[in-house]
């Protein structure tokens, strides 16, 4: 436990912060910014089956409210990721991202697309994420100026734990995803043909043959090393919070993995994916290697200078910091 607390409460970058800000409030505009919340408005009010703090309403809002909500957590979201007031409109963007999504789930289906985008902001709606790359600091840095005040620490733990905390989340959300399959299912979940059910029976409910589903359903072999392989990155994932190399394996592998769900089942995880390129990419070390536009000489993603040895290690130091 002294170890984790170490880790999760080490020094971190006002930049990498920053990063996850603008990437995560940006990704979560796009995402609430689909027109399938306006269609909420014309459901019928037998079929409303409220989960959580959605007990606390006799029904859906109309189109009317519907639309101002989401237009309020669109434009907040936006104005987030750009550090204005982030200290608001952060909160703002993600209580509407709260709501309309518990929306969606109130109607006998648990929609989980967009849990782990939310549980990821959780930690930055208490977090100074706008002391770099915002408006606010930009506002802040000219305040400083005209009285002469000094600059603010770039290093602080008060900006690595919100990330920490945020890669905690994605490792999680992917381990405990196959150890619900391990409880529930075990062995059989790999060696049966539980996937290839799956892969038929999505296939039947498209409006066309799913080539690719048929693909792997119809080799038996294949559906069980797809099934194996993805119980073992679930699984083995929280190994990117102990060896930094691996994340450069495990970023691309998930991201591979929710473009072959979308492939097979039309099933849209895409923010679960794109949550965890953002949390675990160094984006100010990206930024400075782009910028100087050669892969040598550049600060790699720790407290000290050096080389990246190889290329394996500088795109490790790019995945994790």
Known sequence: MRRLEEWMF???????????????????????????????????????????????????????????????????????????????????????????????????????????????????????VADAWSLDAIRKRRTRRETGEGRDAPVSVAYGWPVRVAMLVVTGAYFFSGLGKVVFSGPSWVLSGNLRWILYTASDRSASPNVVALFVADRAWLAHIVAGATLLLELTFPLVLWRKRLATFYVPATAGLHAGIWLTMNLDYSAWALSAVIVFVDWPWLVEWLRRGRLKGTPRATTTIGEPATLADAAADILYA
Do not use: E
């Not at 989980?112 to 930055?124: A, E, F, G, K, S």
């Open 10 to 128: 080490a020094p971190g970058s006002a930049r990498r912060l920053a990063a996850v800000r603008i990437g995560l409030c940006s990704l979560l505009a796009l995402r609430l910014a689909r027109p399938v919340y306006v269609g909420l408005s014309g459901q019928p009010r037998a079929l409303f089956r409220p989960v959580s703090f959605m007990h606390m309403f006799p029904g859906l809002p109309s189109r009317g409210p519907l639309i101002v909500l989401q237009l309020l957590g669109v434009m907040a979201a936006t104005l987030a990721a750009a550090g204005l007031r982030a200290r608001v409109t952060l909160p703002v963007a993600w209580t509407c991202g709260l709501l309309l999504n518990a929306m969606l789930s109130s109607l006998g289906k648990i929609l989980h697309n967009d849990v782990v985008l939310l549980i990821c902001l959780v930690p930055l709606l208490v977090a100074p």
